[in-house]
């Protein structure tokens, strides 16, 4: 029995998410699908490092596999890329790995960046890959109220209301906002988070960015540690996995 760590990217936009489920294609069916066009007796499962959401993108999600039919790291990588046309996932690097080697178990810390497209015109190859905010936005403003959510924290303001996590107590390793023309990008790194968590927070920096909230009232929505002062959702279109630290 080999173990393999896959590296992958995917546009999330035709799936329910990564975990397989009955109410729709997931990523993570997807692959576990291809696997059986190369290795047909073998039941493969596919264990990713975390969970993505629905529409929900990634650049750098990592999962592992366990295969009894003997095969190259390199000859893997092109199995599944072959059968997993015509799928909008793409399997960037494979190596093989220790069996102590577990995708979800062994991260240090996830990586995430929220993608906002700040401009009045409309969206043409960028729909569904960011999220058009028309108002113009003080990313200065955001990079600030970003600040009082770095550290570790109760964010029950910030948590999904069917979120399964155990605490709602997480350590934001950093959380920055940049601007790149007409992007505005946010940041975000930890060793795990909450579901909808950076969605939440991205919603409610938006806020601040549009100048209808200041960075106290993001700190004083987190203090309060109620759900029901999260500022705003944000959808999930411009929201990627990018990395995984081992």
Partial sequence: MQRFKLTIEYDGRPYVGWQ????????QAA???????FAPN???KVMGSGRTDAGVHATGQVAHLDLERPMTADALQGALNYHLRPNPVA???VELVDEEFHARFSALKRHYTY???NRRAPASFQRGLMWQVKTPLDHE?????????????????????????KSPVKTMDYLTVERFGEEVHIHA????FLHHQIRSITGTLKLVGEGNWTPADVKAALEARDRTR??????PDGLYFRKVEF
């Fill in 20 to 27: 397989r489920q009955e109410n729709g294609p997931s990523v």
């Fill in 31 to 37: 692959l576990e699908d291809a696997c059986k066009g």
């Fill in 42 to 44: 073998e039941d493969v």
């Fill in 91 to 93: 399997v960037v690097a």
């Fill in 115 to 117: 993608k906002i497209l």
């Fill in 141 to 165: 403003a955001m990079h600030e109220a970003a600040q009082h959510l770095v550290g570790q924290h109760d964010f029950t303001t910030f948590r999904h209301a069917h979120c399964q996590a």
């Fill in 189 to 192: 790194g930890a060793r795990s």
């Fill in 230 to 235: 999260l500022g705003l959702n944000a959808p």
